[in-house]
């Protein structure tokens, strides 16, 4: 059995216009609300904290809503067009309304702001399960995890694109020259208020072309009822059972497996988060070191997980998903412990703590490739965008707990204690890891040459 390999890279252009987007709302949005509306940071966070809410009822909302519908163009493909669609009308919106207010403040303008953010976050929220759903749609059980990395790999080039676009267009000398409003002066000095609309413009033509490459090269309802035909064939791979009414439903050792595993998702992302979340005030604190130096360590991070990325698909495929994710706990615990002890008496970034932070991202790259495809591999084909979004409420939840968790734990007895709290909710991945018996799905590896025999 082969991937595709240019049907998966194609699939994943949904994810990757969604991770460009996402990049740029985390980076401008928050400018935007500080430097041109002028809102403390309370203000900000709390408004900057309602995509994650808000995906806790969206993202498994619209998931089971796709499961259930049936269209000419597939489940997926209306939501995704649609949600892509709405969201690119809103965000246009966005920093002309941003721009206007500047000139010539008002209440309504600002309202206006936030109700138009808020569409825009629900028009994200409808398409983000069904985008990630369609890969274990239109993909065998077995290969998913391969084919989970080179979404996972597409996501990171959105990213990478978004940020090479905005570090060409709004550079200092394009800033000066083109974009800025006006300038304020704060207790950091002078500070710019900058017109983003540029930015949110070529953005919104990035997904609307991603989008509209995978609209016409993907054939979903075709490759959707291959899949199916592919699981009737395999039924040994089919982890539900019918019952006397002829429902289908999870037997009850597999309903534990996947409450064990939804739980260890939880703790990963509230070990990985909290580091993510408050790494710079962290070494900021204990360490002294400025915006560099820790900026530096997440882009190394992220720089290991994106080469990981392919390698980790191949070996889950030899080894199995469950050990690979139980490598990667194991890793990510203990970069966390020895990132605590190369910390907290340091006084300056250091060339280990960046061959820590390259380990960090293989370990995260070891546990994302493999989580969502051990969590859909225990429903049935129909209820896919169902189970997507249940591995979203869990990973959602964790990221909205533990930034606060962390931050009231920093606050009340020390910021030396990111580390140890980081690396001792991830070893609790590891024991409820050990409950799963189900999700995994082990292929022999090819050798030697054989190994890069892949479909076109």
């Known amino acids: 059995m082969k991937l595709n390999n240019k049907r998966t890279f194609l699939v994943g252009l949904a994810f990757l216009s969604i991770s460009a987007f996402w990049q740029m709302y985390d980076n401008v949005v928050p400018l935007i609300l500080s430097n041109t509306f002028r809102l403390n940071e309370t203000w900000s966070g709390a408004i900057m904290a309602a995509d994650n809410i808000l995906a806790l009822f969206l993202l498994p909302l619209f998931g089971g809503l796709s499961d259930k519908v049936n269209t000419p163009i597939g489940r997926r493909m209306p939501f995704i067009l649609g949600g892509t669609a709405l969201a690119v009308v809103m965000m246009n919106i966005l920093p002309r309304l941003a721009s206007h207010y500047y000139a010539a403040p008002s209440t309504a303008l600002l309202l206006g702001f936030v109700v138009v953010l808020g569409l825009l976050l629900v028009s994200m929220g409808t398409y983000r399960s069904p985008a990630v759903a369609l890969m274990p749609d239109v993909t065998p059980k ?155 360590c997440l882009l190394v991070a992220t720089g290991g997980a994106i080469v990981s990325y392919i390698p980790i698909g191949q070996l889950a495929s030899k080894i199995g998903r469950k050990k690979t994710i139980q490598g990667g706990v194991v890793l990510l615990a203990s970069c966390f412990f020895v990132g605590y002890l190369v910390t907290v008496n340091a006084t300056a970034v250091t060339p280990f703590m960046y061959v820590l932070f390259a380990l960090v991202g293989l370990a995260w ?14 429903c049935k084909g129909s209820e896919v965008g ?11 939840s964790a990221q909205v707990v533990t930034p606060i968790l962390a931050g009231a734990l920093m606050n009340n007895i020390g910021y030396k204690t990111l580390f140890p709290y980081a690396a001792f909710f991830v070893a609790c991945a590891f024991v409820t890891m050990l409950f799963v018996k189900h999700g995994d799905n082990k292929v022999e590896a090819k050798k030697g040459l054989d190994a890069y025999d892949v479909e076109d």
Not at 242 to 269: C, H, M, N, Q
Not at 365 to 378: K, W
């Open 142 to 296: 077995p290969l998913r995890s391969k084919a989970n990395a080179i979404i996972n790999l597409m996501g990171a080039l959105g990213g990478l694109i978004y940020l090479g676009v905005a570090a060409v267009l709004y550079s200092n000398a394009n800033v000066d020259a083109h974009f800025t409003l006006g300038t304020f002066e704060s207790a950091e000095g002078t500070v710019a208020v900058v017109d983003y609309a540029v930015l949110f413009t070529v953005v919104s033509g990035l997904m609307v072309a991603a989008v509209a490459v995978l609209f016409a090269t993907i054939r979903e309802p075709k490759l959707a009822a291959e899949n199916r035909a592919y699981e009737a064939a395999h039924p040994e791979e089919n982890l539900t059972t019918t019952t006397a009414d002829g429902k289908e439903e999870l037997p009850r050792d597999v309903k534990r497996s996947l409450i064990f595993i939804l739980l260890s998702i939880s703790f990963w992302y509230i070990g990985y988060n909290a580091v993510s979340t408050w790494f710079t005030t962290y070494i900021s604190r204990v360490m002294g070191e400025g915006l560099g130096g820790a900026s530096t």
């Open 365 to 378: 790259a070891a546990i994302n490739v493999n989580s969502l495809p051990m969590v859909v591999e225990m």
């Open 386 to 396: 169902k189970f997507t979004g249940l591995y979203y409420t869990f990973s959602m």
